[in-house]
């Protein structure tokens, strides 16, 4: 625990910013609803939409006239792919942050001469991890309830929460790869670089191949955002099962590579 609260501290501040900065896009996202709604532009917007090419496609969702409901609004504009640009953003460079600034900063030597495995220093930085995501979403879904409440509007709240919990999972697989990655370089200027490249790199990089065919896109259906299909879970009420036990699963087995590679790593102390 004295690691978690430790590392907890350290990273208050940023997650904090973080945590408000998302909850008032969820509030404001969500609230636009009413203003598109009473300027009478939702059909502009649709058809709009609807001749966007396909990376916009991608990032926002079509449905139709779904997205003339509060429902079809918040899948469309407010939990839509899109807001993987920020999360994928603070996973990375939260992860570059849980090694890599150590070894820059000639901090690790200290860290591991510390009575504590490098296994359990890991493991502590990665349920802090887990513990930021969980506040940024729930600070979102929050946003978007304050929203709701705003407008007078009920929503389907529940499948909005269900939504989060999929994404959650989602950035804490996408931060476990990023983490196993970070363990491969030192110089936290250079790490940072990298796996924030990676991390929001896969994000666009399934957004940008929407009307892909063939082989890519079958390597599109294998990256990390193709398991978050709000869409699905939103207007439809399916709850991802699959998807979120092979995150959450993944998630782990990419922990126990990060502690593997993390307990052989050349480091002096």
Do not use: C
Not at 160 to 179: I, K, M, T, W
Request: aromatic share 10%.
């Amino acid at each position: 625990m004295m690691l978690i609260r430790q590392h907890a501290r350290r990273e208050a501040a940023s997650t904090l910013i973080w945590a408000v900065a998302l909850g008032f896009v969820g509030f404001i996202t969500t609230y636009l609803w009413r203003v598109v709604l009473d300027s009478g532009s939702l059909n502009v917007l649709e058809e709009t939409l609807e001749a966007a090419p396909g990376m916009v496609k991608a990032m926002i969702g079509t449905g139709g006239l779904a997205q003339l409901g509060v429902d079809g609004w918040v899948q469309a504009y407010v939990l839509a792919n899109w807001i993987a640009v920020p999360y994928a953003i603070f996973t990375a460079l939260f992860v570059a942050g849980m090694v890599t600034r150590e070894m820059d900063q000639r901090s690790m030597e200290f860290l591991l001469s510390l009575p504590v495995s490098r296994a359990r220093l890991l493991v502590a930085r990665w349920l802090v991890l887990l513990g930021s995501l969980f506040l940024l979403h729930l600070a979102h879904l929050t946003g978007i309830r304050i929203g709701l409440a705003v407008l007078g509007e009920a929503g389907s709240l529940g499948r909005y929460a269900v939504a989060e919990a999929n994404s959650l999972l989602l950035y804490l697989f996408l931060g476990s790869l990023l983490l196993a990655v970070s363990l491969f370089i030192d110089d936290y200027g250079t790490g940072a670089g990298a796996v924030l490249g990676l991390g929001v790199g896969l994000m666009l990089g399934y957004m940008a191949t929407g009307e892909s065919t063939g082989v890519l896109q079958r390597l599109r259906s294998a990256l990390p955002l193709a398991f978050y299909d709000v869409h699905a879970i939103v207007m439809q009420g399916d709850v991802p099962w699959g998807h979120m036990a092979f995150l959450g699963g993944g998630a782990l087995l990419l922990l126990a590579l990060s502690v593997w590679l993390f307990e052989r790593k050349q480091i002096a102390v």
